[in-house]
């Protein structure tokens, strides 16, 4: 099933309070791009001149360290979005973004987004309330990788990625691997975790989602310092 621009856009919390007409402007400046499975799609260190919308797939964010490791800052699937700071400044990208399944997403050129910014200044005070969110959220994550333990680490990103789809599911896929790399640890501990919150019932998975079946749980887990 193909997915209207117009409808992507209206998922994305930065373009969704926009009247008909001004979604349908903008819809119209957004250009289709399809890429591959593992795919690089951003790189890390180059200039940025657009945000992606995605319309369908799966993408990760990621750093890699010095010695080759990689580090997932976040996974992102239909209705995410990512590199919305080139719309504002010339700066490199910060990280590299890569297509963990074959992805179709819609790009927004700077140039063309700060036109209809012209003709609509709010969009740009839309614009800094979502970077604020994305920092905010993003204190958050470093704190929890500084002062928590693995299993409290695991709570915070399965309470993030649920409250990113607005609900207690998690439907994009998560493998114990890409966890790991998002958290901090090995496979083996995920694994043994997750395992453990299964049979807590803390947590159902199954191949199509990972379910949240006591989050207060999760909660209490991922404040505790």
């Known amino acids: 099933m193909t997915t209207a621009p117009i409808d992507v856009l209206r998922t994305v919390p930065l373009f969704r309070h926009l009247s008909d007409q001004e979604a349908q402007a903008l819809s119209g400046l957004l250009r289709e791009r399809h890429f591959h499975r593992g795919a690089v799609i951003v790189t890390q260190g180059e200039p940025g001149d657009a945000m992606f919308l995605i319309a369908q797939g799966q993408v990760k964010v990621a750093v890699f360290a010095e010695d080759g490791r990689e580090v997932i800052l976040s996974v992102l699937a239909s209705s995410g979005f990512f590199g919305e700071m080139a719309l504002l400044d010339d700066e490199p990208r910060s990280a590299h973004v890569i297509a963990?399944?074959?992805?179709?997403?819609?790009?927004?050129?700077?140039?063309?987004?700060?036109?209809?910014?012209r003709a609509s200044p709010e969009r740009g005070a839309a614009l800094l309330k979502e970077m604020t969110r994305r920092l905010r959220r993003a204190d958050e994550t470093i704190a929890s990788m500084a002062l928590l333990d693995v299993n409290g680490r695991i709570a915070h990103l399965l309470l993030e990625l649920a409250r990113?789809?607005?609900g207690q599911r998690i439907t994009r896929k998560m493998t114990h691997a890409t966890i790991a790399q998002m958290v901090g640890s090995s496979r083996e501990t995920v694994s043994r975790t997750m395992r453990s919150l299964a049979v807590q019932k803390v947590i159902a998975v199954n191949r199509r989602e990972i379910v949240l079946l006591a989050p207060d749980q999760l909660r209490i887990a991922a404040q505790r310092a």
């Open 164 to 166: 990113e789809e607005g």
């Open 100 to 117: 963990m399944t074959d992805a179709k997403l819609l790009q927004l050129r700077r140039e063309d987004f700060q036109a209809r910014l």
